[in-house]
């Protein structure tokens, strides 16, 4: 966590100083998530459905590059830790009692690329619309496999592992509300909502012995709530 913050900060001073210029502006968010999935399941076996929401948390720099008084474009570098879970429970068709959750726990690069609308509404505050495109590339993920019927069946412990894809897109689109603290100081809160629009699941089969969970699409979603700063140069 330390390393990835001191990362982010050099970064964004190094960046501020090579492209410094009319309308450019550098930020730091910081931003809580809710996050859960969406599921198709392809295995007439069993029956799947989100374990629920979970909160996650991402921080990273931004550059800001303002090209009219009320529009603007923002790109982002975001470390982003996720948790999401999956049930799986048996079709009526299957005599055999499954009740299983598999948790996760996901580590992201995620680069989004917003489009902003910003029109004053009161001295020193406007009001915020964007929306956009994002890539997350997958750092680290693991996962506990709990039996719901025998909780002592499977390990506690989270285990790395190779069942999500490396890669996701999604679309985003939000609104929110701008501060002008300074002439070139800005704070900025913003919920977006976030849709991933590919699966983000792979054959499992080949896992670990304990995988439960078969055929298979998965797509992340989340709500996220962006908190930033901005500094006109």
Known sequence: MKKILLISVIVLYSVTGLFAQKGLSFGLRAIPTLNWVSMTDGDSLYSYESSGTKLGIGFGPSVRYKFSDN???DVS???TWQKFGINQTNETTNPEVVDRTENFKVQFLQIPLNFNGQFDVAQDFQALINFG???GIKLNASRVLIDNQDPQEFSSEYKTTSVLNFVD??????AGAVYNIED???LSLTVQ???GIIDGWLNNKNDNVHSTIGDLSVK???VAFS?????DL
């Not at 897109?169 to 939000?174: R, S």
Request: glycine share 10%; charged share 5%.
């Open 71 to 73: 529009f603007n474009v």
């Open 77 to 79: 570098g975001i470390f």
């Open 133 to 135: 495109v994002g890539t």
């Open 169 to 174: 897109f999604y679309l985003t689109a939000g």
């Open 184 to 186: 070139n100081l800005h």
């Open 193 to 195: 909502y976030n849709n």
């Open 220 to 222: 992340h979603k989340n």
């Open 227 to 231: 908190l930033a700063f901005y500094i």
